[in-house]
């Protein structure tokens, strides 16, 4: 099994294996039978690949620094059982609407462990907060910080709060997922949060406990992270820092994104040279936690030879929007022949009106054939999250696996969904 396991591609979730049949199995569940069972397109999840991240990030961090927290960023994967397995594992959580923080509750995690972020957040927003009882909102602008203290006074109760910094560091990653860079719609310019700071010694119902920052998604060098830890010790001490999320993951065989460990003991490392052993640090991934947990499966519809080879499947942008937002690239196999090297470079089409709706480009599959079972890896973040409605797809079921048992945690939309809200 081992020596299977190597030879498949790394981005699928930890425990993938090839069973006896030459099926791939994801938490012990063949995906050719579940597709059967189940229909696609599906993101499957190998439920114990989330858990493992999540212990990983805890013992990285626990293991170099005292006082410190884990959030998982619920947009990367807003689904009541993937919040319920983090809640287990003992994550916090960072939400970024009224929405997610509604999902967030539901499913059982702490308010008082609940970042609450957002550019433009309404008064409706943070007045359900503060109500929840969140525990840290992570200031981003001078409108919203006037409008949260007018509220606070008002529910008369004091609220802790962060101070979202931009530290003019820019990773290497795509520009829409780039948050750091000094022009951005996201927290206070280094000069700007120093004003903020001044703002908040005066305010009334608002305790400045810290600084937060995030410089962006899906990261491989870790230089970035430390430079921004450095900016902020700039603005002076607080006893709180939120250092964001943003490592990245492997999508296909050419990336190696630094190791869970080596990302957190480099952001530890800085956070001790730069602010200090004794502060209370927060990381708050999403990608790294969840992305490799998850594969989707698609059925073959259609193989087309012009002057490429088309491989048309079920589903596409409507339950994978990352490919067509920023050029994500992904790679594919078939569920029945994993190991069977592809000969032939196909372009993994989306069944939607759009030329820009492909899933994965030149990507080698061995003769694939209509009712194909296509495995693509590395869905579970930002999948299910940007997944949409267009052409009247039906979002797929989440699926969680673990030791050869399969239970679907969202059910498949059916038309009817499509029309539930429609009052004409
Ligand atoms: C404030 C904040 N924290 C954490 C994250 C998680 O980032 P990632 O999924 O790259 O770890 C995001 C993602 O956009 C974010 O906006």
Redesign the pocket.
Known sequence: METVAAALPHALPLGTAVNQRGNLEVGGCDLVELARELGTPAYVVAEDDLRTRARSFHEAIRSRHRDCDVLF?T??FPCTAVCRTFVQEGLGC?V?SAGELHMATRAGFDPARIHF?GNAKTEEELGAAMRAGVGHVVLDSLNELERLERLAVQLGLTQKVLIRVTPGVAGDTHHA?S?GQSDSKFGFLPDDARGAIDRLRGARALELVGLHC?IG??LFELEPFRAAVRTLATLGEFPVYNL????AAAYTAGQHPPRIEEYVAAIVDAAHEFLGGDKRLLL?????LVANSTVTVYTVQTVKRNVSTWVGVDGGMSDNLRPMLYGAEYEALIADRPLTRGTERCHLAGKHCESGDVLARDVALPDPKPGDVVVVPATG?YGHSLANNYNGALRPPIVFCREGAARVVVRRENPEDLVIRDAG
């Open positions: 960023a947009k990367a960072e970024g972020h997922i948050t995030h998604s899906q964001g999320g943003g490592l708050e991934p999403g990608r790294a973040a």
